[in-house]
């Protein structure tokens, strides 16, 4: 029993020492160095809230008259100056030549009293015409140009109205779903103008959220220019 308990502490023993003698001859472990990094970093919370377009605009009616055609597909994006609806567009174009032939007949009258100005002019000068007639002439002058004014400002008011026949988009953006259909009257309420449809520009948006004290109170702390810190 002694000698089997003698043989027992022997093989530990060797054991022991065959472990030591293995760890003697082990490498070193591999450490690895790395070198600070300094890099800018922005200070961020999370906050929830609601987006909202930079631009939403009703696309109205801005003249009266049935609608003649839709010339978009409901959601659709579409740039600036894209025709959308079109409102019957022949009574306004007949405004505008009757406006044009107005302002071609106050020519006519300017030219003839300038004309006779002109001649009153001349016989005043030579005495040989009353003041009057001088008079009369020069105020038929100023009246034909006031004439000729007003019929170039109502060609350039049936000219606009002819433009709102075409309704188009005011910037890039997506179109809502119509609100009338083709045949439909519109426009003939001033007071309340008829919605066609409403462009919304998706990009950019606005981010409406709300801010606590104690955030506000942080950041305020915070240098305003971006910090650095190392980093590894």
């Not at 001349?122 to 002058?141: C, W």
């Not at 809502?176 to 259909?181: I, P």
Request: charged residues 20%; glycine residues 6%.
């Amino acid at each position: 029993m002694a000698r089997a308990a003698r043989a027992c502490v022997t093989l530990v023993l060797a054991a022991t020492v065959g472990v030591a003698a293995r760890g003697e001859h082990m490498p070193p472990p591999k450490v690895t160095v790395a070198a600070p990094v300094e890099q800018t970093v922005t200070g961020y919370f999370e906050a929830a809230g609601d987006t909202a377009a930079v631009n939403s605009v009703d696309l109205v009616a801005r003249v009266q008259g049935f609608v003649q055609e839709i010339t978009y597909i409901d959601g659709a994006f579409v740039k600036k100056g894209t025709p959308l609806f079109t409102i019957e567009p022949e009574p306004y174009s007949l405004k505008v030549e009757t406006a044009k032939a107005s302002v071609a007949r106050a020519w006519g009258a300017l030219t003839q009293a300038d004309a006779d100005f002109k001649r009153q002019a001349e016989l005043i000068a030579k005495q040989a015409t009353s003041g009057s007639a001088y008079d009369k002439a020069l105020a038929l002058l100023e009246g034909a140009r006031a004439d000729l004014q007003s019929a170039q400002a109502d060609e350039r008011a049936a000219q606009i109205n002819l433009s709102y026949t075409k309704v188009t988009a005011p910037f890039d953006g997506i179109v809502t779903e119509r609100q009338v259909s083709v045949g439909q009257l519109v426009g003939a309420d001033n007071q309340h103008p008829t919605v066609l449809a409403t462009i919304v520009q998706p990009d950019p948006i606005y981010v409406a959220f709300n801010v606590s004290e104690r955030v506000v109170a942080a950041n305020s702390r915070l240098p305003r220019e971006p910090r650095s810190r190392p980093a590894c």
